[in-house]
């Protein structure tokens, strides 16, 4: 069956790294573009980043563009996101999703990020 | 970027009743070439990730109970739970995928009345 597995959270310093993994299964990997999106504690959802299917394009939100990079090895069926210079608002569950025709239709069940002193 | 407001922020139904959320986006979500809807609304429960409901506004996703049912085009958009059921307390986002950043909605929480 179709399954997204996120992992790679921890506990970080502010400004230290933490890169988060997401391993697919159960579907052709190289087809889908794959998201990231977030949820800090008790707040709602917030979409981070996209790749394109065949790692072509990525987009970010603003608050991460040139500390977050997503990547993709179509060739493992994993997708990452590479987190720098990492701040206290970036703590957050960090959920790995399948793109389906726009919406998001898989996801994983999320890896704990927490960016303290 | 494209602002995504739901109304209410938090809604009480009686069980077997109908429950209406809505979502406004601050531009048409309305892609003129496909004349299709770039919006998605999800179910999430304590404790789970989020689950896709409704992608193109109104598609159901995989495996969702015909009780839901989304409308609406351009900027104005509605998720419909015709019969409320004791499994549907959760809260819900509509999500525009037009343009990225892909943002939520801030979620409307549903509760039993």
């Known amino acids: 069956q179709v399954q997204v597995v996120d992992s790679g959270g921890g506990v970080v310093q502010p400004g230290r790294s933490l890169r988060l993994s997401c391993a697919a299964s159960?579907?052709?990997?190289?087809?889908?573009?794959m998201h990231w999106v977030r949820q800090a504690p008790g707040k709602g959802l917030e979409w981070v980043s996209v790749?394109?299917?065949?790692?072509?394009?990525?987009y970010y939100v603003d608050s991460v563009k040139g500390r977050f990079t997503i990547s993709r090895d179509n060739s493992q069926n994993i997708m990452y996101l590479e987190m720098n210079n990492l701040r206290v608002e970036d703590t957050a569950v960090y959920y790995c999703?399948?793109?389906?025709?726009?919406?998001?239709?898989?996801w994983g069940q999320g890896t704990t990020v927490i960016v303290s002193s | 970027d494209i602002v995504m407001t739901q109304s209410p922020d938090s809604l009480a139904v009686s069980l077997g009743e109908r429950a209406t959320i809505n979502c406004k986006s601050s531009q048409t979500l309305l892609y003129s070439s496909s004349n299709q809807n770039y919006l998605a609304w999800y179910q999430q429960k304590p404790g789970q990730p989020p689950k896709l409901l409704l992608y193109?506004?109104?598609t159901r996703a995989s495996g969702v109970p015909d009780r839901f049912s989304g409308s609406g085009s351009g900027r104005e958009f509605t998720l419909t739970i015709s019969t409320l059921q004791a499994e549907d307390v959760a809260v819900y986002y509509c999500?525009?995928?037009?343009?990225?950043?892909?943002?939520f909605g801030q979620g409307t929480k549903l509760e039993i009345k």
């Open positions: 999500q525009q995928y037009y343009d990225t950043p892909y943002t």
């Open positions: 193109w506004a109104s």
């Open positions: 790749i394109w299917y065949d790692g072509s394009k990525k």
């Open positions: 999703a399948r793109g389906y025709l726009g919406g998001m239709d898989a």
């Open positions: 159960g579907f052709t990997f190289s087809g889908h573009s």
